[in-house]
Every structure is written in structure tokens, then in C-alpha cells.
């Protein structure tokens, strides 16, 4: 048994893999194109092809079902290129629908009309995984495409198939769902129930509102991150919890990480927390768990909080006071909309909610942007008012 390569074209080889000769007497061989290399590194991509061959992992890319690519996909790929949260999102969206709807199809026969037939049977009724009536939304929809556009991009770099089904399909639409969030009113009796609670959700709550930071960016914060004397905060990682342990991983996006000014009221009041917070600490002696960590919403003994612990708190916490109900993450939507309706401009209030694109905060607050720019009409009116007053005496 032996192994060879051979040149089909400019930066082009073909790797051979010799099996010896089948009972009719013929040469048995596999084969195995590969593109954009050089001749080096084909003889070593035939090392490689030769290994997975002997050890029985080798599956020709006409035989490849697309569920023994996703496989190979996962190890070769997605657990070292994807966040730890997001792989575990994928993977729940690839068990829920994708893997059952392609499972028995081979890699190379699915086309762009299978794609989008797929795609066109997650708008129907009953596939809703938390027992609620209706569809599914139209950013789980979005959310299946960018899995499947992941998927075969990595095929193609494979070079297991010659054409992406996914190249020429559009991404669905995702329909954006106006936000329920508080008006001036609602945040100042927010603000007043507050006072009411326990020193660490008080905090934590004001920031949300005041800086509009995203539920994991709270929870991810260390006092090394707050400068008091500025004024300051950074936003430097997040928390996340996945297989029931904590992880600390870079925020969503690059321009997640980011500094924001706090307002002078809440800056005396971290203050006082920390001093609560330093005696937390020194209480709990050698029972702190922080380990090299000062997050600063932690448990009794230093361990970071839950995401679900917080947003239980707030649920109950909105009971016990009869508030409206909005969901923790409308905090952020509250504390922009609040910044809006100032007459603060976009690009500020994009910065600080740390969008990648001034665009995305469009879209989002597009609503309340729109609200906050009939108001400023409202400013033009003087000029008419003050111009009939000088027709009228003249």
C-alpha cells in the first residue's frame, strides 16, 4: 500500500491512496482532491489522508450523511472557534431541527432548494420548544440560517463539496419586536423601590438602568473595573454559565468592550457598597470561594451569581412591589429609551450600549428615535408663533 500525489492544475493535486487489488483483479484506490496549496503541503494533507483512511475514519465526501459532517464539524471546528455559550446554542438548534430534517441526506446532494424548504417549514405552527402557542420567531429562523451558513462554509473549505447551497440564499428577515420598557415615571418608582432592597440587587439594578450593561456584563464586572475617583466603569468580559459551571469570556462583540460614565448620585453609592462589600469579604475568611476574582455580585462566599438568580430576584421583586412587568434585559432597552427621549444623540447611546454599528441601535430604538424626533418638531413651532406675532403688529 502506498501513497502519492499528482498535479491536476496550478496550485491543484490530486492525493492517491493505493489499497492494493480487489478480488476482479483491478488496482483499488481512493482519492482525494485538494485546491490552493503547494506541493508540500499536499504531501502532508496525503500524510493526514492516509492516517484517517487506515484508522477508518476517512468517509468520501459522495457517502458523507450530513449528520456524520456535523460531527466532524463540531470537533474539527465549532468547539474551538465558537464560545462555549454559543456552541451550546448551536448544538440545541442542530438536535431541534436541522440534524432531524437533514439527517439522511448526504452532504453533497443538498441544494439550495432544500435549504430554503427548510427554512419555509420552520414558519409553520407547533415547533416551539417552551410549550407556548404560535410560530417560532423570526430570529430563530435567522439564528437556523447562520448555523447552516456556518456549517457550509467549512464544507466548502474542505473542500468536501464544490458549491455552497447557502451562497445565493438571502438571510430571512427578522422582524424587530417593539421593546416594553419604563417611562420616566415607572424608572423614578424603580428607583424608590429600590431603596427598600438589599444594598447588592439595589446596585446592581441601578447600573443596568443608568448604563444599560447586558445581564452577563453585570455579572462579569470586578471592582478593578471601576474607577470611583472617575466616575467609570469597564467593560471588559461578561459571565456566562454553561454545563453548570461559570465562565468569564470577552463581551459579545468588539465594540462591547468599552467604558462607561456613571451618573455622580449612584458613584457615592458604590462607594458605600464596596465598603459593605470589603466587610462581606473579610467575614467569609477562608470560606471565600472568589478565588482570584472580586466580581462585584457575588454569593455570601465570593462565587459569582447565576444569570437565572437574577432574573428570579427581579421577577419577584417586580411582584412584590406591583410594578409593571419587564423582562431584566429591558433594562437596558429602558435605559436607552430614557437617553432618547433626553434628546441624547444615537451615537452616543450606541457607545454606551456598546453596539458594533450605530445602525443596530437605529433599528432597535428605531420606535422611540422616531418619538423623540416628532418632540423635537415641536421646538420649529416657536419660529411660526414669533413670525405671526410680528405679521399680526405689523
Not at 421593546?179 to 415607572?186: G, L
Not at 455579572?219 to 466616575?231: A, P, Y
Not at 433594562?331 to 444615537?346: C, D
Request: a positive charge; proline letters at 2%; aromatic letters at 10%.
Amino acid at each position: 500500500m502506498a501513497g502519492s500525489i499528482e498535479k491536476r492544475g496550478k496550485d491543484s493535486w490530486r492525493l492517491v491512496y493505493s489499497m492494493g487489488f480487489g478480488a476482479n483483479g483491478k488496482r483499488v484506490k481512493k482519492t482525494k482532491t485538494v485546491k490552493g496549496v503547494t506541493k508540500r503541503e499536499a504531501e502532508k494533507l496525503l500524510a493526514q489522508f492516509i492516517t484517517e483512511i487506515e484508522a477508518g475514519e476517512y468517509i468520501a465526501p459522495e457517502k458523507m450523511l450530513f449528520s456524520a459532517f456535523i460531527e466532524e464539524w463540531k470537533s474539527k471546528y465549532a468547539e474551538a472557534h465558537l464560545s462555549p455559550n454559543t456552541l451550546v446554542t448551536y448544538l440545541l438548534h442542530l438536535k431541534n431541527r436541522i440534524i432531524p430534517y437533514f439527517r439522511e441526506m448526504k452532504l453533497d446532494q443538498i441544494k439550495s432548494l432544500h435549504i430554503l424548504s427548510f427554512l419555509k417549514s420552520l414558519e409553520g405552527e407547533g415547533l416551539r420548544k417552551d410549550g407556548k402557542e404560535g410560530t417560532l420567531s423570526t430570529s430563530t429562523i435567522e439564528y437556523n440560517h447562520r448555523i447552516l451558513k456556518n456549517i457550509f462554509n467549512r464544507a466548502v473549505e474542505w473542500q468536501l463539496i464544490k458549491k455552497n447551497p447557502m451562497e445565493n440564499i438571502k438571510k430571512p428577515k427578522r422582524i424587530q419586536k417593539e421593546t416594553s420598557v419604563y417611562d420616566n415615571s415607572e424608572a423614578e418608582l424603580l428607583m424608590s423601590c429600590l431603596q427598600k432592597e438589599a444594598m447588592m440587587w439595589n446596585v446592581m439594578i441601578k447600573i443596568a438602568i443608568t448604563t444599560g450593561l447586558r445581564r452577563g456584563e453585570l455579572l462579569g464586572l470586578e471592582w478593578k473595573h471601576v474607577d470611583l475617583e472617575k466616575g467609570t466603569l469597564q467593560v471588559k468580559q461578561a459571565l456566562t454559565y454553561v454545563n453548570q459551571k461559570h465562565i468569564i469570556r470577552e463581551p459579545k462583540t468588539k465594540n462591547s468592550v468599552r467604558i462607561v460614565t456613571l451618573p455622580v448620585a449612584l458613584i457615592d453609592e458604590l462607594r458605600k457598597y464596596k465598603s459593605t462589600w470589603n466587610k462581606k469579604r473579610l467575614k467569609a475568611s477562608d470560606l471565600w470561594e472568589g478565588g482570584q476574582y472580586q466580581f462585584l455580585f457575588t454569593s455570601w462566599h465570593g462565587k459569582p451569581l447565576h444569570p437565572s438568580s437574577v432574573t428570579t430576584w427581579w421577577r419577584r421583586f417586580i411582584s412584590r412591589y406591583q410594578l409593571r412587568y419587564i423582562r431584566f434585559h429591558d433594562l437596558r432597552h429602558t435605559s436607552a429609551t430614557l437617553l432618547i427621549n433626553s434628546g441624547v444623540h444615537a451615537k452616543i447611546i450606541s457607545s454606551r450600549l456598546g453596539h458594533a454599528d450605530i445602525r443596530t441601535t437605529m433599528n432597535v430604538y428605531g420606535h422611540a428615535l422616531q418619538e423623540a424626533d416628532k418632540e423635537a418638531t415641536k421646538h420649529f413651532d416657536k419660529l411660526f408663533t414669533n413670525n405671526e406675532k410680528r405679521d399680526l403688529e405689523a
